[in-house]
């Protein structure tokens, strides 16, 4: 398999970026990179975190700290995710299993893409035996077919997936201008395996003055309604993901979700949305601890975990430096990305006086 070694001059996330950008076309590098329309929320999430200072304690008791958490029931050895990201093997030609196996390796948890490049049952017959790994989850758009929505969702099931993590932010793609300059095409070989079979829905001719996203494509959109019989049909938790505002929040839990995760899809959906470091407090404060919260967007430092913590979150989820490592060195790559966070992570609650991360608080 082609580039498995990690460079010996990649120290932290940020030069696995670097690195990966010579490992991507301009085509793939447009679709991982970029986010939507002017990319200002793409750069919030970043900033968001920086902004945040950490006020260290001193001269606390750390011997025998840990970064265990626990999340919908299970013990992990870290609350670091990767999180869920379409058609891996853009990247790199073992794509989601390499992912996957880095994962495992490193006791994270994965939310594998509905639109990933590999079969669901591949990825979860790869990495269930492993007694290690951290939760195994499935994303889901619910698609315009409900009956084949529900065969998606009993495959997850029977393939062992632990929990069902619906996108509830993207009734359509956002402005990716980044995408449309490259020309962004799907290479032949790579595509959404496990949507096969689906048909595209009925389009409607247009009449005068109407809109082909309002009267043809948002037909389609899910709604709350859906979320209540998403729940109808599966036994697995539902966690929400792409949740910002707090009156939304307390309407998921109103339904009973497993969980949340404030999102704004990396900044690839809606230009403007505010940061997820901003978001994440208003959500917290809004559920009061009724179900765990999770969030994602521009973590890059173990700091950037340890600050999500305090502020309420169980875990968080990390998207484009796997990428990176995936792109650099596949499946060692994205675990050597892992160890760096988690060895940061540990660095950051010992600097602060934190031996768990129980101690860490707003």
């Not at 073992?94 to 994962?103: R, T």
């Not at 096969?196 to 043809?216: K, M, N, V």
């Not at 404060?285 to 994602?296: F, R, T």
């Amino acid at each position: 398999p082609a580039r498995q070694q990690v460079p010996s001059d990649i120290v932290i996330l940020a030069d696995h970026e670097q690195h990966a950008r010579q490992h991507l076309d301009d085509n793939a590098w447009a679709y991982f990179s970029g986010g939507a329309a002017d990319e200002i929320t793409l750069r919030a999430n970043r900033s968001a975190w920086d902004a945040l200072p950490l006020w260290p304690r001193v001269l606390r008791p750390l011997a025998g700290g840990h970064t265990r958490v626990t999340l919908l029931g299970r013990t992990l050895a870290h609350p670091i995710l990767l999180a869920p990201i379409a058609s891996q093997r853009l990247a790199h030609p073992d794509g989601e299993l390499a992912m996957a196996y880095a994962a495992a390796a490193l006791g994270a948890g994965v939310v594998l893409s509905t639109q990933a490049s590999a079969s669901l049952e591949s990825i979860a017959e790869a990495v269930r035996p492993d007694p290690g790994r951290g939760p195994l989850w499935f994303q889901l758009y619910l698609q315009h077919d409900r009956g084949f929505t529900q065969a998606l969702v009993a495959r997850a099931e029977a393939a062992g997936y632990e929990a069902l993590v619906l996108t509830v932010d993207a009734p359509t793609s956002g402005a990716r201008d980044r995408e449309r300059r490259a020309g962004f095409r799907l290479p032949s070989g790579v595509g959404p395996v496990n949507l096969a079979g689906l048909q595209p829905p009925p389009a409607p001719p247009l009449g005068p003055g109407q809109s082909a996203l309002f009267d043809r494509l948002l037909h389609h959109a899910p709604t709350w309604d859906d979320v209540a019989w998403l729940q109808s049909i599966t036994r697995l938790p539902i966690v929400l993901k792409g949740v910002l505002h707090p009156a939304d929040a307390r309407q998921a839990i109103s339904l009973g979700v497993a969980g949340l995760i404030v999102s704004n899809h990396g900044g690839r959906t809606l230009d403007t949305a505010p940061a997820t470091a901003h978001a994440l407090p208003r959500v917290v404060q809004a559920v009061q601890g009724a179900v765990p919260v999770l969030v994602d967007g521009g973590i890059r430092r173990g700091t950037d975990v340890l600050k999500a913590i305090a502020l309420g979150a169980s875990a968080v989820l990390l998207g484009r430096p796997a990428v990176w490592g995936l792109a650099n060195a596949g499946a060692a790559g994205v675990a050597h990305v892992l160890r760096l966070l988690r060895d940061e992570l540990e660095i950051a609650m010992a600097l602060t006086g934190c031996a768990t991360l129980a101690d860490a608080s707003p």
